[in-house]
């Protein structure tokens, strides 16, 4: 029973460099999507889905790709690494209309 | 876009004391969660709230949806060394995706 979960748990990234953050979930959740943690800055919505091909944005989209091809999985790009996007990422998932999320352990990124 | 004003920041406490803090809402919400992160790991579920004026508790923990649907409660009544954390508000409308507070981060001194 994993859950959600999110590989790799910490990552160091240079400036302009690409890399994507992996989400898997084993629930057969219809929903999905990221969140990053900043502090005192609370969970803020990158990117969600409602389902396979369906990805819509969040609150702070800018610099990140999604797609969904799958229901299980739900990867996370980040197109050339800022600074900027130093923060630990989640990955949750629920069932669509679902009341709760389950959380992945996060990935700790770090841009220099 | 829809705000989640939560309070206190921060709380250090007894061990033994009870707690409270709370969430406000610039509009109307249908469903409010409370969530508590540990250090290093993703926010978990503590108790989850459907209906205005709803009163449900889970062991020492009790939540409360607000009556004008704008705003949640959560009490800790003799707080524990495990209860240090961060405390998260969520709030969503209809199916829209959930709105996270900024937290509340519990430190309990024994």
Not at chain 1, 84 to 101: E, N, P, R
Not at chain 2, 32 to 58: F, H, M, R
């Amino acid at each position: 029973n994993a859950g959600v979960t999110q590989t790799p748990k910490f990552q160091v990234l240079k400036t302009g460099q690409s890399m994507t953050l992996q989400c898997a979930q084993d629930m057969n959740h219809e929903y999905m999507s990221w969140y990053r943690q900043d502090p005192g800055m609370g969970l803020r919505l990158i990117h969600y889905s409602v389902g396979a091909g369906i990805t819509d944005q969040g609150e702070v989209p800018n610099g990140y790709n999604v797609s969904r091809s799958t229901t299980e999985d739900f990867p996370l790009r980040l197109l050339s690494a800022a600074p900027s996007q130093t923060s630990v990422y989640f990955c949750a998932s629920s069932y669509f209309g679902g009341y709760g999320y389950t959380f992945g352990s996060g990935t700790r990124l770090t841009v220099v | 876009g829809q705000q989640l004003n939560q309070s206190p920041q921060s709380m250090f406490i007894q061990e033994g004391e009870d707690v409270s803090m709370n969430c406000t809402s610039s509009s109307i919400f249908n469903t409010w969660l409370w969530y508590k992160q540990d250090p290093g790991e993703g926010p978990v579920l503590l108790i989850a709230l459907y209906k205005a004026g709803e009163l449900t508790s889970n062991g020492r923990l009790t939540a409360q949806f607000g009556i004008t649907r704008k705003d949640s409660f959560l009490n800790i009544s003799a707080s524990i060394p495990s209860d240090v954390g961060i405390y998260f508000c969520a709030g969503r409308s209809g199916n829209t995706p959930l709105v996270f507070g900024k937290g509340t981060r519990l430190s309990v001194i024994a």
